[in-house]
């Protein structure tokens, strides 16, 4: 039986190497930590149906390689994104220095538009802790990102990050912010939202025999 959703989001978690990206997206799939995790190289992907505000939504996530050597190929992936996890290492002021960059190469390549959360992974190296929770999110404010820490090891945080991402997208579509069927909105509508509006469209039309009766 094939799986019925309303809607169809395309994602991108992305963010410098080491971050912690594959890790999140495995236990967001899978519900458990992936510890033989490298470096990703070019571009892995994973999807998955959720509930999200009464409406199911498949998820179809790119995990992008953080690398420098990789940039010029995960760039064509942002294109039709509708949003974003930006990731960075909570135990790693470099990786939260590179934010900016990343979040310049969402906005340009994918869409204005494009819901982005920034995420502080490792939340579970709060010892080690070089970026603080504050300067984050001030950060997340003043670029207008939704914001969370996580950590891929506990799963602590990483369900509802991809969520709250989810729940930001579709409460843009039901305010007109956003349209579905706009190319390169990252947004398809699924086969239960079409079976509504094809229900809607076929509902036989009041007839009338007067022949000045307007319908």
């Known amino acids: 039986m094939s799986e019925s959703y309303d809607f169809l989001f395309k994602f991108l978690v992305i963010g410098s190497a080491g971050t912690g990206k594959s890790c999140l997206l495995h236990q967001f799939m899978e519900g458990k930590y992936k510890s033989d995790s490298n470096h990703t190289i070019g571009v892995e992907f994973g999807s998955r149906i959720v509930s999200v505000g009464g409406k199911m939504v498949k998820l179809q996530i790119w995990d992008t390689a953080g690398q420098e050597r990789f940039r010029s190929v995960t760039r064509s992936y942002y294109r039709g994104a509708a949003g974003a996890l930006l990731v960075y290492d909570i135990s790693s002021r470099e990786s939260y220095n590179a934010l900016a960059n ?4 969402a906005r340009t390549l994918a ?9 502080g992974n490792k939340k579970d190296l709060d010892a080690e802790r070089e970026v603080t929770f504050l300067e984050a999110s001030q950060f997340a404010q003043e670029n207008e990102l939704l914001f969370l820490e996580a950590s891929a090891l506990t799963g602590e945080n990483v369900e509802e990050a ?8 579709l409460a843009k579509i039901e305010t007109g912010e956003l349209e579905p069927e706009r190319i390169g909105s990252g947004i398809q509508y699924g086969d239960a939202a079409l079976r509504k509006l094809r229900q809607t469209s076929s509902r036989p039309r009041p007839t009338c025999s007067a022949p000045s009766c307007p319908l």
């Open 102 to 105: 990343w979040l310049s190469d």
């Open 111 to 119: 869409s204005p538009n494009i819901v982005v959360l920034c995420v």
């Open 162 to 169: 991809f969520l709250k991402c989810a729940k930001c997208i």
